[in-house]
C-alpha cells in the first residue's frame, strides 16, 4: 500500500502541473475548485471505479483535472470548462449549472437498483451545492428507495463563488444533516491524504442506505500562496501568478 500511495503523489503532482499549464494555455479559471479535489479523482478511478461504475462530476466548473486524466487514458476528449454528455470518453452527464449532478445520479443509482444491475454511482459534489433545494430533494429520494449503491463524494473546501459560506449560508454540521435524511455519513479530515481517503472509501456499505462521504479540503491547494482564498474561485492568472505556481508545482 505504502508504494501505491506513492505512486498516487506522485500522479497527483503530474495532474497538477498539468492542468495548471492547461488553465495558462487556455486562459482559463477555476483553479482553487480544480486543485482542492485531484486526491479525492484520483482515489476513485485509480483504486475504486470498476467496469459498472459511474462517476459523475457535479462540481463541473472544475472540469480540466477529469478531463486531462481521462485524456490521458485514450479518450477523445476537449478540454471545456463545463462537461457535457458523451458516454464513450466517460463522460456520464452534462453537468455545470450547480446542484444537477447529484438529481441524475440518483436517478442513475435508482435505474440500477429496479433492473437490478451491478455497480455503483459514484458522485462528486461541492459543498456550495448543499445549499441547493434540489440536494436535499435528492438525499430524500435516495434514502426513501434504499440506494447503497449511490456514494455521494463532498469536496467540503468551505468557499463557494464570492465567499466562504459561513458568510453566504452556512451549512453547520453537515454530516448531522445528512444522518438526519437517514444516510450512512464517513467524514475524512485531510483530504489530501491518499491513506485517508482510501479508508474513507473502503467502508464497507451500510444495507439499504446512500453513503455521503464529506472530505475536508484546501482549495488551491498545491500552490501555498493560492490556497484557503474565496478569490481563486473563478480567477485568471496574470504573469506574477504563473511564476508562483510554477515555483510551487516545480513545473520548468
Not at 444537477?100 to 442513475?108: E, F, Q, V, Y
Amino acid at each position: 500500500m505504502k508504494h501505491k500511495i506513492l505512486n498516487l503523489e506522485k500522479k497527483a503532482l503530474k495532474l497538477r502541473q498539468d492542468t495548471f499549464r492547461a488553465f495558462v494555455e487556455k486562459n482559463e479559471a477555476h483553479l482553487g475548485g480544480s486543485f482542492s479535489m485531484i486526491e479525492i479523482l484520483l482515489s476513485v478511478y485509480e483504486i475504486f471505479l470498476k467496469k459498472n461504475d459511474k462517476f459523475i462530476l457535479s462540481k463541473a466548473h472544475a472540469s480540466f483535472p477529469l478531463l486531462l486524466y481521462l485524456k490521458k487514458r485514450g479518450k477523445k476528449l476537449k478540454l471545456k470548462t463545463h462537461l457535457e454528455l458523451d458516454k464513450k470518453n466517460g463522460i456520464n452527464c452534462t453537468a455545470g449549472s450547480l446542484g444537477h449532478g447529484l438529481p441524475i445520479s440518483t436517478g442513475m443509482a435508482f435505474a440500477k437498483k429496479i433492473k437490478k444491475e451491478k455497480g455503483k454511482i459514484y458522485v462528486l459534489m461541492s459543498d456550495g451545492e448543499c445549499q441547493e433545494g434540489t440536494t436535499w430533494e435528492s438525499l430524500m429520494i435516495a434514502a426513501k428507495h434504499k440506494l447503497d449503491n449511490l456514494v455521494v463524494i463532498i469536496d467540503y473546501n468551505k468557499i463557494q463563488a464570492l465567499t466562504r459560506l459561513d458568510e453566504a449560508l452556512p451549512l453547520n454540521d453537515l454530516s448531522k444533516k445528512f444522518k438526519s435524511f437517514n444516510w450512512n455519513s464517513i467524514r475524512v479530515r485531510n483530504g489530501h491524504s491518499f491513506n485517508s481517503i482510501i479508508k474513507a472509501l473502503q467502508k464497507k456499505p451500510i444495507k439499504n442506505k446512500p453513503t455521503v462521504i464529506i472530505v475536508d479540503t484546501i482549495k488551491g491547494k498545491g500552490i501555498k500562496e493560492f490556497e484557503n482564498n474565496p478569490i481563486w474561485h473563478a480567477r485568471k492568472l496574470n504573469k506574477n501568478e504563473i511564476l508562483i505556481g510554477k515555483k510551487r508545482l516545480k513545473i520548468k
